[in-house]
């Protein structure tokens, strides 16, 4: 059994990581990607308070975030080829239109 | 009762259609809607004679007919029973008036046919006369005194209209003003009557107040006749208001004639008439009002003689008529006041009553409404043959004139009272009533020779007036022809009423019997009048014989020229006198002009300077917070929305700044975001795990 500690340091660490890709990466996809794993890092801490705690609902919740974000990368990656499609660039920093 | 009492209303309503269709749309009819006027004056008068032959069939004569009421529709709602209707009585003298008005009236219209032939606005004129008619119509038959009022208000409008028939005339727009504000003068005195008579009785209608007349106290008895006489004065042109009469000349001679003859003056007459209510009080035990009588009688018979003496030296033949009206009004009013003086002392008395003065009065109306209406038109037609009114001018119209001269002879032995012309009988009663109303106030006897001299000047006026005008050589320029024949028919059934009107009262027993006032003047004439009657009467023709006999020696035959009296000393003065009418016009002028104009002038300044000047202070002050309450709505009203609204918008600038369209920049903001609210919700928690707390 590995111990609680561990697994939620993954996680912390695996947000971390994501964290800094949503923030200081410039490619659509790589942010994307990164908002995956940031997911993901929240996953884990579900399973593994499921476990610790033996109560089945945070894994029920677990596959409910795989699936949304099954979800959210589909409509992401509409959304960056619309904006490729459009304005020949997926570079967030060249991507703000959405201003005043 | 009447059979078929509505058609009374017809009488009213046809010359009021008259008037109405021809004031539209009489240009498009003959003569100006002449033929239209004369028609419904015609139909009027068929139907007075109905009502009238009724009345006299129905006991009329023996002075028993019951007056009736034709009751119109309620004008003035008010408790029941007290309402204001517009209704129309009938009895003796309203009857008598009725037919009288009409007959003369259409006379005169006839007439106007061919004196009127070549003015220009002859549907004005028809118009108006019309209207007039419908005024004298509507006077005589109202059965209260409102509705009299409105009918005799009418007749004031009419009368300003006509006598200003030729506006463009300064003479005649000045003549019509005189007559409107000297007449409305009576008016505002009969107006006040009328509201006393409300307030005392809560009724208006003769037949309602006669039996209660006993309820007013003695003072209200004598005022209320007085005002009622106030404004008979103003109407019949009596002495002080006398000066509209002689000026109103101005309009056309046939409207002197209606006023003089049918209508308007003879209204004061008639009200005066209708005032014996008040003047002999029917209920038993109540005093008479003397006071109110003895002023009617003197008024009358000062004005009687004042006239007659202006009539003497005037040179225009229409004014000499119209003092000559005057006078004779004057000597109305002597007969009603002297009868009423009679009658009420015999009530007081309780012998029976003697009501002669009361059918003396109103025969000399009728009969000089005849002669009167006569020598107007006469008039008028010489002055249509001459084209002057001025005496001295014409001269020697017998020749040319043969019809007019000798119709206008009859009227002036009428008016200067030679049997047996009407004017004598009439004349000669009112001269008899008030000799004999002197036995219980001497007072009377010196009106008595008021009349009697009056009597003496009358016929030397009238016939100075026909000698200058028919005797001697012509004097003016231009070729006299008589009138056509629609003029002098007229004249010829004149001239025969001239003649006949006094004798016709005769066959009816008397003239008193045809106007009875509720006491039949009885006795078959020539029996049973007093022996010294007979004397009166004789003198009274005496002097009149004297005064024509003056005037043939004067201006028939230059005996006695005319300058001798006035060159004479003395006599300069009284000629001067009389030509300037006693000086009152200038009195009255002179009153207009400084008192009125002062008051007016001391209103004007008061105006100018006191309202004004509040007005315009109010107003300057009203500007003042006006031009304050501007700059605080400016400054801080305005200043404040405006500064919310620029807040406003440099805030929401400051903030869009903030919106970069930089997604990564958002998302840091929300990664600091919820660390700051991590250490916020749960910073003292943590401090406390590690640090060991407190």
Same mark, same amino acid.
């Given at each position: 059994m590995i111990p609680l500690q561990y697994e939620l340091l993954l996680s912390a660490a695996l947000f971390c990581i994501g964290l800094y890709g949503v923030l200081?990466?410039?490619?659509?996809?790589?942010?994307?990607?990164?908002?995956?794993?940031?997911?993901?890092?929240?996953?884990?801490?579900?399973?593994?308070?499921?476990?610790?705690?033996?109560?089945?609902?945070?894994?029920?919740?677990?596959?409910?975030?795989?699936?949304?974000?099954?979800?959210?990368?589909?409509?992401?990656?509409?959304?960056?080829?619309?904006?490729?499609?459009?304005?020949?660039?997926?570079?967030?920093?060249?991507?703000?239109?959405?201003?005043? | 009762m009447i059979a078929n009492a509505w058609v009374v209303w017809l009488i009213l309503l046809l010359p009021l259609g008259a008037f109405l269709v021809v004031g539209l749309i009489g240009r498009r009819f003959r003569e100006g809607g002449g033929y239209v006027v004369v028609g419904a004056m015609a139909g009027s008068l068929v139907l007075s004679l109905y009502v009238f032959v009724q009345v006299l069939s129905q006991g009329g004569l023996g002075g028993s007919f019951a007056p009736q009421t034709v009751t119109g529709y309620i004008w003035l709602p008010s408790i029941p029973g007290n309402e204001i209707r517009i209704s129309i009585l009938i009895d003796n003298l309203s009857s008598l008036m009725?037919?009288?008005?009409?007959?003369?009236?259409?006379?005169?219209?006839?007439?106007?046919?061919?004196?009127?032939?070549?003015?220009?606005?002859?549907?004005?004129?028809?118009?108006?006369?019309?209207?007039?008619?419908?005024?004298?119509?509507?006077?005589?038959?109202?059965?209260?005194?409102?509705?009299?009022?409105?009918?005799?208000?009418i007749m004031g409008l009419c009368s300003y209209l006509l006598i200003g028939f030729w506006y463009h005339k300064p003479e005649a727009a000045a003549a019509a003003k005189k007559a409107f504000l000297v007449t409305r003068v009576g008016d505002v005195l009969f107006l006040v009557a009328v509201l006393i008579i409300w307030n005392e009785f809560g009724t208006l209608r003769f037949n309602e107040i006669a039996p209660r007349?006993?309820?007013?106290?003695?003072?209200?008895?004598?005022?209320?006749?007085?005002?009622?006489?106030?404004?008979?004065?103003?109407?019949?042109?009596?002495?002080?208001?006398h000066t509209w009469l002689p000026d109103a000349m101005e309009g056309p001679t046939t409207v002197s004639a209606l006023i003089h003859a049918a209508t308007m003056v003879k209204a004061g007459v008639y009200l005066t008439a209708r005032s014996f209510i008040f003047l002999v009080p029917l209920a038993p035990g109540v005093e008479p009002p003397f006071t109110a009588i003895l002023v009617i009688a003197a008024i009358g018979g000062f004005t009687t003689l004042f006239a007659a003496s202006m009539a003497v030296v005037n040179n225009d033949i229409k004014r000499v008529l119209a003092f000559s009206t005057i006078?004779?009004?004057?000597?109305?009013?002597?007969?009603?006041?002297?009868?009423?003086?009679?009658?009420?002392?015999?009530?007081?008395?309780g012998v029976e009553v003697n009501s002669a003065g009361y059918s003396a009065a109103l025969y000399h109306l009728f009969n000089h409404?005849?002669?009167?209406?006569?020598?107007?038109?006469?008039?008028?037609?010489?002055?249509?043959?001459?084209?002057?009114?001025?005496?001295?001018?014409?001269?020697?119209?017998?020749?040319?004139?043969?019809?007019?001269? /000798? =119709? $206008?002879? !009859?009227?002036? @032995?009428? &008016? #200067? +009272?030679?049997?047996?012309? %009407? *004017?004598?009988?009439?004349?000669?009663?009112?001269?008899?009533?008030?000799?004999d109303a002197g036995a219980?106030?001497?007072?009377?006897?010196?009106?008595?020779?008021?009349?009697?001299?009056?009597?003496?000047?009358?016929?030397?006026?009238?016939?100075?007036?026909?000698?200058?005008?028919?005797?001697?050589?012509?004097?003016?320029?231009?070729?006299?022809?008589?009138?056509? /024949? =629609? $003029?002098? !028919?007229?004249? @010829?059934? &004149? #001239? +025969?009423?001239?003649?006949? %009107? *006094?004798?016709?009262?005769?066959?009816?027993?008397?003239?008193?019997?045809?106007?009875?006032?509720?006491?039949?003047?009885?006795?078959?004439?020539?029996?049973?009048?007093?022996?010294?009657?007979?004397?009166?009467?004789?003198?009274?023709?005496?002097?009149?014989?004297?005064?024509?006999v003056l005037a043939w020696s004067m201006y028939a035959v230059p005996q006695v020229p005319p300058e001798r009296f006035a060159k004479a000393p003395g006599a300069a003065f009284i000629h001067r006198m009389l030509?300037?009418?006693?000086?009152?016009?200038?009195?009255?002028?002179?009153?207009?002009?400084?008192?009125?104009?002062?008051?007016?002038?001391?209103?004007?300044?008061?105006?100018?300077?006191?309202?004004?000047?509040?007005?315009?202070?109010?107003?300057?002050?009203?500007?003042?917070?006006?031009?304050?309450?501007?700059?605080?709505?400016?400054?801080?009203?305005?200043?404040?929305?405006?500064?919310?609204?620029?807040?406003?918008?440099?805030?929401?600038?400051?903030?869009?700044?903030?919106?970069?369209?930089?997604?990564?920049?958002?998302?840091?903001?929300?990664?600091?975001?919820?660390?700051?609210?991590?250490?916020?919700?749960f910073g003292q928690r943590l401090v406390e795990r590690f640090f060991g707390g407190p």
């Open positions: 200081a990466r410039r490619n659509g996809i790589i942010v994307l990607m990164s908002i995956e794993i940031l997911l993901n890092a929240s996953i884990l801490n579900f399973v593994a308070f499921s476990s610790y705690s033996g109560n089945p609902s945070g894994q029920v919740f677990a596959l409910l975030g795989i699936a949304v974000a099954a979800a959210e990368a589909a409509v992401g990656l509409a959304v960056f080829l619309s904006i490729y499609q459009t304005h020949g660039t997926i570079e967030l920093d060249k991507v703000r239109f959405l201003k005043w | 009725l037919v009288l008005v009409s007959f003369l009236c259409l006379l005169i219209f006839i007439y106007s046919l061919g004196y009127m032939h070549e003015e220009e606005g002859k549907p004005r004129y028809y118009a108006e006369v019309s209207l007039f008619a419908t005024g004298m119509l509507g006077t005589v038959s109202a059965d209260n005194f409102l509705q009299l009022l409105i009918f005799w208000e007349v006993g309820l007013l106290n003695g003072q209200l008895l004598t005022l209320i006749p007085l005002l009622l006489f106030g404004g008979a004065v103003g109407k019949s042109a009596q002495f002080p208001l006078s004779q009004l004057g000597y109305m009013f002597l007969g009603l006041g002297a009868g009423a003086f009679v009658m009420a002392t015999d009530t007081s008395r409404a005849f002669f009167k209406a006569l020598l107007f038109l006469s008039a008028g037609s010489v002055i249509h043959a001459v084209d002057t009114n001025n005496m001295r001018e014409m001269g020697g119209l017998s020749a040319p004139m043969p019809v007019t001269s /000798r =119709v $206008m002879l !009859f009227g002036a @032995l009428a &008016l #200067a +009272g030679i049997p047996p012309f %009407s *004017g004598f009988f009439s004349k000669g009663d009112i001269l008899s009533v008030t000799f219980d106030q001497p007072g009377f006897y010196l009106l008595y020779a008021f009349g009697l001299l009056t009597a003496f000047l009358t016929a030397f006026y009238a016939f100075r007036l026909w000698f200058l005008t028919f005797g001697g050589s012509y004097r003016g320029h231009g070729h006299p022809h008589e009138a056509p /024949r =629609v $003029m002098t !028919f007229p004249l @010829l059934i &004149l #001239a +025969g009423f001239a003649v006949g %009107s *006094g004798l016709l009262a005769y066959p009816m027993q008397g003239f008193g019997n045809l106007i009875f006032f509720g006491r039949p003047d009885t006795g078959f004439p020539l029996v049973g009048i007093p022996w010294w009657h007979y004397g009166l009467e004789a003198m009274s023709m005496g002097v009149a014989g004297l005064g024509i030509t300037k009418r006693y000086w009152i016009d200038d009195v009255y002028d002179a009153i207009g002009r400084t008192v009125i104009v002062g008051v007016a002038r001391g209103l004007d300044w008061f105006d100018r300077n006191v309202v004004d000047g509040i007005v315009n202070a109010v107003g300057r002050g009203g500007m003042r917070v006006a031009v304050q309450s501007d700059v605080f709505d400016r400054r801080v009203i305005d200043g404040a929305v405006n500064a919310v609204s620029l807040e406003t918008i440099r805030t929401s600038w400051r903030l869009r700044q903030r919106q970069s369209g930089q997604v990564q920049s958002y998302a840091w903001v929300i990664v600091v975001g919820i660390v700051v609210l991590f250490f916020l919700m």
